[in-house]
């Protein structure tokens, strides 16, 4: 009998901002009372997680003093140690502040900007001294409603250099870092540049160090804009690309709606976790979500539970996909081809370019072939809806 409980193994991790989310949306205020980053480190270790992760803000509000704010990192650092918990991600608020009104790294105000950059490396500084290796950008607010305020293309040279400026103080400073880059379609702005995981695929390309930098794509981000979000994360691991992932659900073409993974879209999320398994990805698997406004302050442990339970059912029933006979003899059917051709598929070379134009297809009878794609999907969701 499964129990579907999560270990340190399953590299459960969650943000602090996520289970220590109060319930305040634009129409309404706080409904749960604030959660200290030490009894969100105490709870999560009960439930199995492995990680937490913040933002510099999160672990000390903007204004602290020096004093202040060292005791708080010095008690949440005795808190990781005294509970088990590691903190693999960490990353800088650049959106909260009424300073990051107009952006951070793209703001038309060349102060904002370099104060953008400063409040990055003491955040970068900040997690190197509780053990994180993977440091995440969201650009909240690297958008626009006006685009006559703002040159699109400068905007996407600005992050550069920011980027840029910040792989060079990584390795300056001797860190570890990989940088995890999380896009958004819209949302606090009308317009966010980098809209999806693919147009940062297209950017990382142009950065000086490439290697350091990869996504982290949120399920919910693409859900957005009615993206499947098992394309989105198969064609970044395919790209050596996937340094960090946010796991959450959405209804499609919404407000970031960050739900419970595994709250609306079953069958993607499967394939999701199917492909995290088999993929060899071995990075944490983050849950950036939080639970429903009218919870109390222990339904975010109902939350938080129901996230991590639910990715292991998910990867239970990829084992038994694996293992099912039907489905398995269903899918050597769909790809069997003739054997004749395979010899004429592979790298160019002219002499395969040759044989190539010499083989007789039978098209009729290719395109007459069996593919039996309703049977394996009914299959599939048999299996989900536990009759199978
Ligand atoms: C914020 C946002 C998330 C980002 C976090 C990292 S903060 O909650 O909605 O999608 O991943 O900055
Ligand atoms: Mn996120
Ligand atoms: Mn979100």
Redesign the pocket.
Known sequence: MKTYMPTKDDKFTF?L?TVGNRGRDPFGDAVRPALSPIDAVKRLSALGAYGVNF?DDDLAPIDATPTERARLIREFKTALSDYGLCAPMA?T?L?YDPVFRDGAFTANDASVRAYALQKAMKAMDLGVEVGAQIY?F?G?REGAEVDAGKDAVTAVKRFRDALNFLCEYSRDQGYDYRFAL?A?PNEPRGDLYFPTTGSYLGFIATLDHKEMVGV?P?VG?EQMIGLNFYHVVAQAIEAGKLFHI?LNDQKFLRF?Q?LRFGAESIKTLFFLVKLLEESGYSGPRHF?AHCYRTEDAEGVWDFAAGCMRTYLIFKEKARRFNEDPEIQSLLSEISAGDPAVADCSGPYSRARAQMLRGVAFDRAALARKRLPYERLDQLTIELLLGVR
């Open positions: 943000g901002w933002h990353t608020n959106f995440v969201w909240g999380e958004k982290n949120e981000h946010d970031d960050d950036d």
